[in-house]
């Protein structure tokens, strides 16, 4: 697509490799990888350093329109800055994990960040994550891929993920923390995860990231990116 910006959206549950897949593609690429998981993370930390009530809309939503949240880009991930204070390790806190489905199911919530997301994907060459891009985000997305792996596949990589950052988490601990997920992600009323008719659906189960970026590579090449 010569002189054509394009838009790579990335959508999954948790655990199902969408940032390692979206940090390598932006590399390959040369492009800007956007985690739009971390906008709701840090509107999340927000409100529990506020002590609001989470289950009220209208509250996060006052919290949300007095934010600025920014995504700056690092070398392997996306660096979280919430009001001019780096926020990208403190997200990950399992009492940010435990409400981030709570405070990203409210509708107005969901409308705002989305209107947000939107202008960020307007910068250029974009990989970017998460669990409503191709619905929401980024209907017209040049490549729309949905990433899936088995419960225990996704769970073990989580608890990965919170070894490096300190965090001791049992497996069993972990998979009820992701099975709730699921389930506040794909039943919730606002944005629920689901997979689009167009989208290229990959189970990372046995996958190595290398396989799992060689079959999105050709793909792009059928489309000329």
Do not use: W
Not at 46 to 69: D, F, G, H, P, S
């Amino acid at each position: 697509m010569e002189n054509k910006n394009f838009i790579i959206a990335i959508d999954g549950p948790v655990g199902s490799g969408k940032g390692t897949l979206a940090v390598a593609l932006a590399k390959k690429l040369n492009a800007l990888y956007v985690y739009t998981g971390g906008m709701y993370r840090a509107l999340a930390l927000k409100c529990l350093r506020a002590n609001i009530n989470l289950e009220n809309e209208e509250a996060v939503l006052q919290i949300l329109n007095n934010t600025k949240i920014e995504l700056g880009p690092t070398e392997y991930t996306t660096k979280v800055i919430l009001d001019e204070e780096d926020v990208s390790s403190e997200i990950f806190s399992p009492k940010v994990g435990k409400v981030v489905p709570i405070v990203a199911a409210h509708k107005k919530v969901r409308k705002e960040m989305v209107q947000r997301q939107k202008k960020l994907i307007n910068q250029g060459n974009i990989v970017i994550e998460g669990r409503d891009i191709s619905t929401d985000v980024s209907p017209e997305a040049d490549i729309k891929i949905y990433l899936t792996a088995d419960l225990e596949t996704r769970a073990k990589r989580r608890q990965a993920q919170y070894k490096k950052r300190g965090i001791d988490m049992s497996l069993g601990e972990i998979i009820n923390e992701v099975e709730e997920r699921d389930s506040k992600d794909m039943e919730r009323t606002a944005s629920p995860l689901t997979v689009t008719e167009d989208a290229l659906v990959i189970d990372t189960t046995n996958d190595t990231i290398e396989q799992t970026v060689n079959k999105v590579m050709e793909k792009l090449r059928e489309k000329g990116i």
